[in-house]
């Protein structure tokens, strides 16, 4: 936790409050979040299971982007298989996109 900031386990828990609750109130067939690096690598991390010690190493592209589709009350994260690759690859050691 930075002094005076939130903590991965702050993030995480607005992350599922917003997806779990507010997006499904929502009506709107597609909607657009503009969010910045760390809620990214929060959505990633979570996802995917990588322990929460890793996520601060993921490396997500400036403007690089993810689709998450909600299907039978369930979230699916779309991200480029390459990506994953890499993270998988090194052995639950997080490399550059």
């Not at 917003?18 to 009506?27: G, P, S, V, W």
């Not at 709107?28 to 190493?57: A, D, F, P, Q």
């Amino acid at each position: 936790r930075f002094p005076g900031g939130e903590s991965y386990k702050d993030v995480l828990l607005r992350i599922k409050i917003f997806l779990n609750e507010d997006i499904t109130k929502l009506k709107e067939n597609k909607i657009l979040i503009i969010t910045h690096n760390v809620v990214l690598r929060t959505i990633v991390g979570m996802y995917y299971e990588l322990h929460h010690s890793l996520w601060h190493l993921i490396k997500i592209n400036n403007m690089k982007g993810f689709k998450i589709y909600t299907m039978n009350n369930k979230h699916l994260i779309d991200i480029d298989r390459n990506f994953l690759f890499k993270i998988y690859k090194s052995n639950n050691k997080v490399i550059n996109n």
